[in-house]
């Protein structure tokens, strides 16, 4: 044990010196006096470490982004998109409001543009930066919980489940004594790594996003879906211009904006019977589980629904996948039609099914083939 501890001394005392003008002063002691006194080292060198008024720790300049918000089953599962955007990097720590980083030294904004703000939109005035892009409610801080009445009676957005509730807009969060917390396109631009909003400001003096990427992050990818819930001439961006806005149908008339893209209804409180599910219009009982393809059906169950209609679903499109449906049909074919994520079809075959009066996509109808996605419906 002896032995033991006279290793452990001399690495730690090669630790308590390296890279500090120092030396160690606890080479030599016993075992419980080397441990505090070591300690107390560490303490003294963590505090040299603090940050000054001009200089920002990473809780400081980022704060932690909308974690731990309430996710709604519709978004559960889908990659960045829906839980926020996934090449931005979020911090845990408490978060420091945009005019306590300014109380410090200049602002992270300031300090890059120079008092402009950096928006992702092609047109700067298309930038919405009040908007609320993903607030969340906060329960459990409320003084009293609301109790399922009370929930239930808040309107479209709250809901009672599991001795919860939930509510995903600030009206409804606000009626029942819940406390909304706001995610704005400003807020969602600051948290961005300043390498990030470094390398768009580079993008933007240039004129291009060409050849510019960060970490292997492409900026057009960076900025695009920012761009996408904050820029009023999306699907342009400051890297793709003049983006004719597609839909995945061939006769672009023919989209059903809409119709659900994506539908769900959660019948997991109050699940019926495979009698009742299978004897309502448009629910069938598959594998143990009711399964509803309307709102209507589903509440008639006393399910709650949550969809995607086809116009929001084309929301998280990127640019490429819009400026791609349009080379197919110019082309009148989707062979060698590339997208943001490869063979264009992949991204708007499912899509077709239910967006399209016809059924089909812009691909299956061009290259005259069956993706396949009827029979899952």
């Given at each position: 044990m002896a032995?033991?501890?006279?290793?452990?001394?001399?690495?730690?005392?090669?630790?308590t010196v390296r890279g500090e003008d120092e030396t160690c002063a606890t080479c030599g002691q016993s075992p419980p006096a080397q441990s505090a006194a070591l300690l107390q080292s560490s303490v003294q060198r963590n505090?040299?470490?603090?940050?000054?008024?001009?200089?920002?720790?990473?809780?400081?300049?980022?704060?932690?982004?909308?974690?731990?918000?309430h996710v709604s089953q519709t978004q559960m599962g889908r990659m960045g998109p829906r839980m926020g955007p996934h090449p931005h990097q979020r911090m845990s720590q408490p978060h420091f409001s945009f005019e306590q980083r300014r109380a410090g030294g200049q602002s992270k904004g300031e300090s890059l543009y120079g008092g402009a703000e950096l928006t992702p939109c092609q047109d700067p005035h298309a930038w919405t930066p009040d908007n609320d892009i993903y607030g969340w409610c906060d329960?459990?801080?409320?003084?009293?919980?609301?109790?399922?009445?009370?929930?239930?009676?808040?309107g479209e957005g709250c809901r009672y489940n599991y001795g919860y509730c939930y509510c995903e807009k600030s009206e409804g969060c606000n009626a029942v004594g819940?406390?909304?917390?706001?995610?704005?396109?400003?807020?969602?631009?600051?948290?961005?790594?300043?390498?990030?909003?470094?390398?768009?400001?580079?993008?933007k003096n240039a004129g291009t996003c060409e050849n510019k990427e960060v970490w292997g992050m492409k900026v057009e990818d960076l900025v695009a879906w920012p761009a996408s819930k904050c820029c009023t001439d999306y699907p342009s961006t400051l890297c793709d211009h003049n983006v004719q806005p597609m839909n995945p149908c061939k006769e672009q008339t023919?989209?059903?904006?809409?119709?659900?893209?994506?539908a769900y209804c959660d019948l997991w409180s109050s699940p019926p019977s495979k009698e009742m599910c299978d004897a309502t219009p448009d629910c069938k009982d598959e594998w143990g589980y009711c399964t509803c393809k309307t709102k209507a059906s589903c509440e008639l169950l006393g399910g709650y629904f949550m969809g995607t209609t086809c116009q929001e679903e084309l929301g998280y499109w990127y640019p490429g996948v819009h400026e791609a449906v349009k080379?197919?049909?110019?082309?009148?074919?989707c062979q060698g039609v590339e997208g943001p994520w490869g063979d264009i079809k992949y991204s708007v075959d499912m899509m077709?099914?239910?967006?399209?009066?016809?059924?089909?996509?812009?691909?299956?109808?061009?290259?005259?083939?069956d993706a396949g996605y009827s029979s899952m419906y």
């Open positions: 032995a033991m501890w006279t290793l452990l001394s001399v690495f730690l005392c090669i630790s505090s040299k470490t603090a940050v000054g008024p001009h200089v920002f720790s990473p809780a400081q300049l980022f704060g932690p982004g909308p974690m731990g918000r329960m459990y801080t409320a003084p009293v919980q609301p109790d399922e009445a009370t929930c239930n009676a808040a819940g406390i909304w917390n706001p995610w704005t396109c400003r807020q969602e631009m600051e948290q961005m790594m300043p390498e990030y909003l470094e390398k768009i400001l580079e993008a023919d989209f059903k904006a809409d119709a659900y893209a994506y080379e197919a049909l110019d082309k009148q074919t077709g099914f239910a967006c399209c009066g016809s059924q089909k996509s812009v691909c299956e109808e061009l290259d005259n083939y």
